[in-house]
């Protein structure tokens, strides 16, 4: 495994068969940099594996944006189609994207929970490294497809 600021990777062109990138590109300050740096150290047929957070064209609501955003990578996150631009216009194309909503929520549920817990154990410390924490969420709604909804027909009203 190589490692290198990947805006200025210091390494000749094609010389990596691969390129594999954790935290998507949200996490540099000049995203299509590092994507025309993925591409110049590969040779013609390699392939850049990236994991990342991708979000709707609306953006995260203000709640994911603090600091429990910035640990998951995801207070900077982009669309599918602005990472996929982002790559063509590197001269990268796209083979293949897999979802993994449900793995993103525990995700951020684990670092709530982690936030939770320096604010009850070390509400000192983060005042002194002016760690500005949002208060803690009192509860959480539960997604769209858990709420109650009308429930099954009875069976008086079934065909």
């Known amino acids: 495994m190589t490692t290198g600021d990947a805006e200025r990777l210091p390494f000749p062109d094609g010389v990596f068969g691969a390129v594999v990138r954790e935290c998507a590109l949200c996490t540099f300050p000049d995203e299509p940099r590092a994507a025309a740096e993925f591409a110049r150290v590969l040779p013609p047929g390699g392939r850049v594996g990236l994991t990342g957070v991708t979000v709707g064209t609306d953006r995260l609501p203000p709640e994911l944006t603090g600091p429990a955003a910035r640990i998951a990578c995801?207070?900077?996150?982009?669309?599918?189609?602005?990472?996929e631009a982002t790559f063509e216009a590197a001269g990268?194309?796209?083979?293949?994207t897999e979802r993994h909503e449900q793995t993103m929520s525990r995700m951020i549920d684990q670092i709530e929970a982690r936030l939770n817990l320096l604010r009850l154990t070390a509400a000192d410390q983060l005042a002194d490294a002016a760690w500005a924490l949002p208060p803690p969420r009192r509860c959480r709604p539960p997604p769209a497809r858990l709420r109650p909804g009308p429930g099954p027909p009875s069976p008086r009203e079934w065909p």
Do not use: F, H, P
């Not at 995801?74 to 990472?83: F, H, K, L, N, V």
């Open 74 to 83: 995801i207070a900077d996150a982009r669309s599918q189609a602005e990472y």
């Open 92 to 96: 990268l194309r796209t083979v293949l």
